[in-house]
């Protein structure tokens, strides 16, 4: 059950393997997104997922394989580059500059990563996103006085501000409630249907089954598993060595 990578893929991962010492964290995995596809990342504790998104987004070296984005080799790319041709992330634990307003910390991304320097322009741009994550009206405040769920939206909100084309929601909905994962679930398909392809890693199974149209499994390092919801989860190695028996 696997997935073969074809040449209008954005993103061609091949045999990716990272090691830590004597410690292999990846072991030849080849992991490819479409242009506009919604891939769930999936696996136990450990598995490798977080060092995967890591190699791919450049904030890891790896010792072996390639990764290819928009048809260019990005391997030796430094992350900052990477950013600027469109992948971003948003990350499990939020760190926004609580310094600084929510509309703020949606500007230095643009300041930055995308290089804007009219300042009408960034205020403007910033609200449109902040409008989108449903921020607008907090824009003038502090992060600190954000609800969890909120502040989700703000680091979704920052990783929009790259504007990418390939977007990493790195457990975006981890210890929200039921109906604040829906919030989430349903941001995450309204930037989808604007084009950017997004790569969900999750522990909320629903959420993964809902939000997907493709899943991959990674277990010890490895790539066990690659292909549509419902079958990958009924997979007999996936409930083995993930879902338990």
Known sequence: MSSQATGNDIVVAKGVTKRFGGFTALSNVDISLKPGERLGLIGPNGSGKSTFVNCLTGALEFEAGSVHFDG??????????????????????????KSMSVRQNIEVPLSFTVGLTDQDRIEREADEILGLVGLLAKSAGNPRSLSQVELRKLELGRALAGRPKVLVADEAMAGLSDSEVDEILALLMQLNKSGI?????????RAVVRFSERVVVLVAGQKIADGEPREVMSHPEVVRAYLGQ
Do not use: C, Y
């Not at 469109?86 to 990350?91: A, D, K, N, P, Q």
């Not at 790569?199 to 199974?205: A, G, N, S, T, Y």
């Open 72 to 97: 260019t080799d990005v391997s030796k790319v430094p992350a900052w580059q990477r950013a600027r041709m469109g992948i971003t992330r948003s990350f499990q634990i939020p760190r926004p500059f």
């Open 197 to 205: 392809s997004i790569i969900l890693i999750e522990h909320i199974m």
